[in-house]
């Protein structure tokens, strides 16, 4: 899937509001970005490289599994597929907003 597609799909996902109240950063790892600034009405989605309140490290395909239902949050970073760096509580929000 690229960066764009996932891009489209996040700002469907996530609509005028998703409720997360903060920002979180997706960092592929590759120098390509996905940002949601859910701290605003409407939410924002773009691939700005921009300081969240929570940053998720993961490859693209591994997201790509993970927004697919394929792979499991918890599981992905119990093995290492998934950093997370910042506010661990914002991450744990995401799961409902991705599975919407």
Do not use: H, Y
């Not at 390509?32 to 989605?45: E, H, I, K, M, Y």
């Amino acid at each position: 899937m690229s960066l764009e597609q996932l891009t489209d799909g996040l700002r469907d996902r996530v609509g005028e509001d998703c409720g997360l109240g903060a920002s979180v950063k997706w960092d592929f790892g590759d120098g390509t970005f996905l940002f949601l600034d859910a701290s605003q009405v409407p939410n924002a989605v773009s691939n700005d490289d921009s300081d969240a309140d929570c940053t998720l490290k993961i490859s693209i395909d591994d997201f790509t599994a993970m927004i697919g239902g394929e792979l499991d949050g918890t599981t992905a970073f119990m093995t290492g597929k998934l950093k997370i760096e910042g506010d661990m509580g914002i991450a744990m929000k995401l799961q409902g907003v991705l599975s919407g």
